[in-house]
């Protein structure tokens, strides 16, 4: 027997989209409204909730919800994070808060060079307790949006802010001096942690692994196995089944997506025919 749980999930912005679709992946049946803060799964004992990404640190904390997917910069922005556990990364919202200053009016390029400057951030947690643990004096200046202005219009010397490519920073004419902290969209759990928790932890971690996973089918000779299967040595090993025609095997395995450029060619130089690859949609 499993209980119910309120998953809490970004209503909108950056997370929002690839938070449904995670769900979706991992079997989930659920309309994907904007207007209804609350949805049932229509196959399972669980319940949505939309809400801001920001406040699902807080809801999950409050008991509100029982798990939540929110950034884990926000998580670790949050007062109450640190009473939060982090079960999954999501592999999603990646992005980083990084230091930045004027590209030409400045000559900070390390951070004890920070030491007495004003610092721009929506992070004024991260950021004051980074500076604080390397015992740099800086003064923490909050900002609730367009962080990227503040040098410009003088109330700061610098910024911490989150960037993905850096492409914004570089519009904005300044330069990374370094990272204050990585983020990705992450799953996170309160206190009340049951079976129902592990599970969707795990159905959610096996769509994240399985979206890095290709499903390789192929047909060779059987004499070139060996070489095949030290390629592609799968899981444990290849499958290995003989196809109609004599002396012809099928071979089925699984490779990582990032590996599949580099590997056809090989397979193919192997004695490797008529090969497919395919998705994996959950893997465990
Ligand atoms: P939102 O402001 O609702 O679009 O969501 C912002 C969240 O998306 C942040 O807290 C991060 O966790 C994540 N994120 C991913 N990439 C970026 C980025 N380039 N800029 C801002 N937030 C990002």
Redesign the pocket.
């Known amino acids: 027997m499993t209980e119910g749980l309120r998953i809490a999930v ?1 209503n ?4 929002k989209e690839p938070s449904t679709a995670l769900l979706h992946d991992a079997g989930l049946s659920f309309e994907s409204t904007d207007r209804a803060l609350s949805v049932p799964v229509q196959n399972a004992d669980l319940e949505l909730i939309f809400v801001r ?1 920001d406040d699902i640190p807080e809801l999950v904390t409050d008991g509100v919800a029982d798990v939540g997917i929110t ?1 884990y ?2 998580l670790a922005e949050s007062e109450l994070g640190a009473s939060l556990k982090v079960l999954a990364e999501l592999d999603y ?3 980083r808060l990084a230091a930045a200053v004027p590209a030409h009016n400045s000559d900070i390029s390390r951070w004890e060079a920070f030491s007495g400057s004003r610092i721009a951030t929506s992070h004024p947690r991260v950021t004051g307790s980074f500076f604080a643990d390397k015992d740099i004096d800086v003064k923490v200046v909050e900002f609730k949006g367009s962080v990227e202005v503040a040098t410009k219009i003088g109330v700061a010397d610098a910024i911490v802010d ?3 490519t850096g492409s914004t920073l570089q519009i904005n004419g300044l330069r990374a001096v370094g990272t204050v902290l990585e ?1 990705q ?1 992450v799953l996170v759990a309160g206190e009340r942690q049951n079976g129902t928790v592990a599970r969707l932890a795990s159905a959610l971690s096996a769509v994240v692994t399985a979206r890095r996973t290709r499903y390789l089918v192929l047909n060779a000779p059987e004499e070139r196995v060996e070489e095949i299967a030290e390629l592609v040595p799968g899981l444990r090993s290849p499958t290995v089944m003989p196809l109609q025609e004599s002396g012809m095997v099928a071979i089925h395995t699984t490779v990582a997506t990032s590996k599949v450029w580099d590997l056809l060619p090989r397979l193919e130089a192997a004695g490797g025919q008529d090969i497919l690859v395919l998705p994996v949609h959950q893997m465990l």
Do not use: E, I, Q, W
């Open positions: 970004p909108k912005g950056r997370l990404t950034g910069d926000l919202g990646h992005c989150l960037v993905s983020s969209a």
